[in-house]
C-alpha cells in the first residue's frame, strides 16, 4: 500500500510564517553576483549553492554568503525562508561553487536551540570582527537581518541556518 506523499513545500518546522521574499534589490544583483561568480571572480563570503527544486526537481543556484571558522561551514537565510532554503531543507544536499571550484556537500539544518547558539556566539563575534563596522552595516543595515546580531532568539525563530559538510554518498 503506498503511503501518502510528504508536503515539501513546507515552511521551516520553527517558523509560522509562510514563505519568505528577499527585497527588490536582490532580484537585480543576483543574476549579477551570479554570472560574476560563475567566473570565478572572488566576492568576499559569496559562493553559488545549486540545489535541486523541492517541485520541479530541476537544479537552481543562488548566490549566499557562507560564514566559513574553524573548517566548519555555514549558510543562513538572510531573507528567512525563501526558496533556496527550502529547497536545500528537502534535498539535504547541493553543490558548493568557490573560485570555481565545485564541491558536493551535505546540508544539515541547526534546530532553533543550535541556531541561537550559532548566532550568539559564532555569527555575532565574525561579523563584529569585520573592520569598520562594514559586517554589522551590510548585514543590519543593507540586508535588513538586524536581529541576527541583537536578538540571537528571534533571528533561530525566522532564518534558518545550515551547517555544510562534505558529501559522503552512502556504501
Do not use: C
Not at 63 to 69: G, L, Q, T, Y
Amino acid at each position: 500500500m503506498a503511503t501518502p506523499a510528504q508536503r515539501i513545500n513546507r515552511a521551516s518546522p520553527r517558523s509560522e510564517k509562510g514563505p519568505a521574499r528577499a527585497p527588490r534589490f536582490v532580484a537585480i544583483f543576483n543574476p549579477i553576483a551570479q554570472r560574476l561568480l560563475r567566473r570565478g571572480l572572488p566576492m568576499g563570503p559569496n559562493a553559488l549553492l545549486t540545489v535541486r527544486g523541492r517541485t520541479s526537481g530541476l537544479d537552481r543556484t543562488t548566490p549566499v554568503a557562507v560564514v566559513s571558522i574553524g573548517g566548519r561551514r555555514w549558510v543562513l537565510a538572510t531573507f528567512g525562508d525563501t526558496n533556496w532554503a527550502r529547497n536545500l531543507r528537502a534535498a539535504g544536499r547541493a553543490t558548493l561553487t568557490v573560485n570555481r571550484q565545485a564541491e558536493a556537500v551535505a546540508a544539515h539544518e541547526l534546530s532553533s536551540t543550535e541556531a541561537e547558539a550559532f548566532y550568539r556566539d559564532t555569527l555575532i563575534p565574525f561579523v563584529n570582527a569585520i573592520p569598520l563596522g562594514l559586517g554589522r552595516f551590510l548585514l543590519g543595515s543593507l540586508l535588513g537581518a538586524k536581529e541576527m546580531l541583537t536578538d540571537p532568539h528571534a533571528a533561530a525563530l525566522h532564518h534558518p541556518v545550515f551547517e555544510l559538510r562534505p558529501f559522503r554518498p552512502e556504501g
